[in-house]
């Protein structure tokens, strides 16, 4: 019977797939993971960062630029004479605009200084973040290396079985083989599970009004309706 090989072939698989699982399970893949995610954070940090510095600068521009601006036409006070105004009225009023012209450079003035302030703030945050995303390249680094060895250790010891599922595989039923890799895939192992009692042999659901009728003889199979694995009629026990 060609189910005969295809449990064969799980059989071994299973062993092939709990190597396979130890592996992507381990620490150092797990903590590689998440180098990966901090290193990635923090360079999305970078790139907001950079905009931010992008726009910082560009308000340092504008501001400096205003203020020159300003304080050139404010030369027009330099030698003023308060003798030469005719009337006290209009000495008032110059002296109003020279206070709000000069009330006016202090508030940028305090703009500018806050934006330098902030400009450095940025460039010391890039150099910590920087330095942060050096330690994680080099962990990083060295974790892959420990990983790479795993991985090998892991299919150094699947080898032999390896082999044997190359011997099983001619012999199994193309679209079955298919279900069942598509399964495994989806990490349901087994994949194939015995009929008990109306029940699935893998999730437990009873499933006998769905599929009871299809599971007469044994080796008949039928997928579960439940979990999607493939159930068979087992063998009956020979006493
Ligand atoms: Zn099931």
Redesign the pocket.
Known sequence: MELDKMLQYQKTDIVVYKLEREYQQSKERELLMRCKKAFEDKKSTLIGLSKELDNTLATITKLSETIDELVKSGSEWNGFDANAVATEEELAKIEKDFADYEAKVAELSKELTKAVKKEDEIAYENKRLHEEMEVLNNDFRHLTGLLKKKEADMLEKAKPHVKILKTLAPDIDKKLFEKYQELRKGRKMPAI?PYNEGC?G????D?SIEVGKKLVNAYDVAE?T????I?YKPKPKIE
Do not use: D
């Open positions: 599970v699935c893998g999730c437990g659901m499933i579960c439940h979990c999607g694995r159930v």
